[in-house]
């Protein structure tokens, strides 16, 4: 069935650093991507999407490109701070098909100041 | 516009007992879904309604997890009875369509 697979974690940086996470996906036909946030106790929240080959999302500093030909979605920010430290998911909605989203296992980032 | 309602918030109960939890989505949503998350993954789609029919329940374990959508809106996941490794957040979410998902809080639960 379709799947993503996320980036191990966790991921420790410094303040101002890069990030990058990387995300592979496994689907048939044409699935919209997502990430998603979760930031210490509280639920998740949608950080950015793309639903088509190409499209790049972009929130609050954070991007990623839908590559259909590496079938990535990597999620990546120039220069974290420390609100950034949270866990992040990668996510699939199939299409067509019948709605059903699935995660990837979440990596934790930590920002140090 | 409100988001998705679930209460409660958290519960400990004793391995065996029952539990239940309700979700109400954000009005309007077709889909709605029950996911679980154990401390350290993802989350885990538990069930799927589409309006009050289910669309996937794969891996619900039915044996002891039962769930309901009363009239396309509310809905309820209940477990009985409870084992230890049932504990976990349990999330709500709801959607308009094949967008993103919009999550609730979540309720955590332990049993001892």
Redesign the interface.
Same mark, same amino acid.
């Given at each position: 069935g379709d799947s993503v697979t996320q980036m191990e974690g966790p991921v420790t940086l410094s303040e101002e650093a890069f990030l990058t996470i990387n995300c592979t996906y496994t689907a048939t036909g044409y699935p919209s991507l997502f990430w998603y946030v979760q930031y210490p106790g509280e639920g998740l929240q949608l950080l950015l999407k793309a639903t088509k080959a190409d499209d790049k999302g972009s929130n609050k500093g954070f991007e990623a490109t839908y590559r259909k030909e590496t079938t990535s979605f990597h999620l990546e920010k120039g220069s974290v701070q420390v609100s950034d430290s949270a866990v992040y998911f990668c996510a699939l909605h199939p299409w067509p098909a019948d709605y059903k989203l699935s995660f990837g296992a979440g990596t934790t980032v930590t920002v140090r100041a | 516009e409100a988001g998705v309602a679930q209460s409660p918030r958290y519960k400990i109960i004793e391995k065996r007992q029952s539990v239940a939890f309700w979700c109400n989505p954000i009005s309007g949503h077709a /889909?709605l879904?029950w996911?679980q998350q154990i401390l =350290? +993954?993802?989350?885990?789609?538990l069930i +799927?309604f589409?309006n009050n029919g289910v669309?996937?329940d794969s891996q619900l374990p039915k044996d002891r997890f039962s769930a309901e959508r009363l009239k396309g809106v509310d809905s309820t996941l209940k477990i009985q009875p409870a084992k230890l490794e049932d504990s976990a957040v349990y999330?709500c979410?709801s959607?308009p369509?094949? /967008?993103?998902?919009?999550? =609730?809080? =979540?309720t955590r639960l332990t049993v001892v």
């Open positions: - | /889909t879904y996911y =350290g +993954q993802g989350p885990k789609l +799927q589409q669309v996937d999330l979410a959607s369509s094949n /967008t993103e998902a919009f999550f =609730g809080q =979540g």
